[in-house]
């Protein structure tokens, strides 16, 4: 059974399309909220906005602090992926599984209007602060891809192998694409692709490396 890897964009509906998906296929989903959940068990957190994640990075202290938060992601989403079944439903999982042939890697989006409208219809909020919480959301995610893991312009369709935009379309729509696209013979497993995961899931596992010999503390190493 396929592993599929989903961002989705706050308030895009990207929760709705990935729990349809899953359903239809069998899967098991582990979303961002619980991705974070088991950071935060092993002493690691996300930082809340993008002032936070930017004040973290004013010294070496806090850039190793940074640096493990994105040891610890990649680490996690890597030994995940090795699973069959499994969707990864997390802002980082398909940048970090790029290259990895038989994990269909998508985005979810949508203009920043209706995901206002989306998140003040759900909260009960004012358009304009959901707006507002909108570009936060999206300022801390792209602050976080670069500073961790080097991606710039995070949201090129060269990441991804199908953009879904629930601006145009609707979330039913979009998820019986995925469901489709994840069926494709294209992305199914082979000797190459599984080995090249295992590889970067045994690098990212990998202890980290400083000066003092602070122990890595990714989740992986502790199910492995």
Avoid at 29 to 36: A, V
Avoid at 181 to 196: G, W, Y
Wanted: charged residues 20%; contains cysteine; neutral net charge.
């Amino acid at each position: 059974m396929p592993v599929i890897a989903i961002a989705s964009e706050i308030g895009s509906e990207g929760k709705t399309i990935a729990q349809a998906v899953a359903a239809r296929l069998g899967l098991s989903i582990l979303d961002h909220g619980n991705i974070f959940e088991r950071f935060a068990q092993h002493g690691c957190w996300l930082p809340k906005s993008t002032t936070a994640a930017q004040s973290l990075a004013t010294s070496l202290e806090n850039n190793w602090q940074l640096r493990k938060i994105g040891k610890i992601i990649s680490s996690e989403i890597l030994f995940l992926a090795q699973k069959n079944s499994m969707m990864l439903h997390s802002p980082f999982a398909p940048y970090l599984l790029a290259g990895i042939s038989h994990i269909p890697r998508i985005q979810i989006r949508a203009p920043v209007a209706t995901r206002a409208k989306n998140l003040s219809g759900a909260a009960g909020n004012h358009e304009t602060e959901a707006r507002q919480h909108v570009r936060q959301s999206d300022e801390r995610i792209a602050f976080i891809l670069e500073t961790c893991f080097g991606v710039e312009s995070p949201n090129r369709a060269e990441h991804f192998d199908l953009v879904a935009d629930t601006g145009w379309l609707n979330s039913q729509d979009w998820a019986e694409q995925i469901v489709d696209l994840a069926q494709d013979p294209d992305f199914i497993p082979t000797a190459a692709s599984r080995s090249k995961l295992r590889t970067l899931a045994a690098d990212a596992a990998a202890p980290c490396a400083r000066a003092d010999t602070m122990p890595c503390t990714c989740p992986s190493r502790a199910q492995c």
